[in-house]
């Protein structure tokens, strides 16, 4: 089993940065595999970032140059650093990794960028 806790989401304003954090804990073979994903009310859930199986990471074309994915491999967690926030980057905001076949998902992280 594996369990991800995300933390971090909260009320900014346009143009703030924000930290969203992803524990990882349980049977988990590598922070690699970990991934954020986003929610908008009434939308599909969307990839928002990754890594690639080499270390280095892939963004969506609607955060790329403003958000950034780093880890912590000896706290086994997964950081969503995020700047020049909009509007638009208002979601639930999930980790989410496949270890060993099976999909694991976090609960969510509630971001919203209001002014």
């Known amino acids: 089993q594996v369990q991800l806790v995300e933390s971090g989401g909260r009320l900014v304003q346009p143009g703030e940065p924000l930290n969203l954090t992803c524990i990882c804990s349980?049977?988990?073979?590598?922070?690699?595999?970990v991934d954020w994903y986003r929610q908008a009310p009434g939308e599909q859930r969307e990839l928002v970032a990754r890594?690639?199986?080499?270390?280095?990471?892939r963004y969506a074309d609607f955060v790329k140059g403003r958000f950034t994915l780093t880890r912590n491999v000896g706290k086994n967690t997964v950081y969503l650093l995020m700047n020049l926030l909009k509007t638009e980057d208002t979601a639930v905001y999930y980790c989410?990794?496949?270890?060993?076949?099976?999909?694991?998902w976090g609960e969510g992280t509630l971001v919203t960028v209001s002014s």
């Open positions: 989410h990794t496949i270890q060993r076949g099976r999909d694991y």
């Open positions: 349980g049977n988990i073979f590598s922070t690699l595999a």
């Open positions: 890594f690639t199986g080499g270390g280095d990471t």
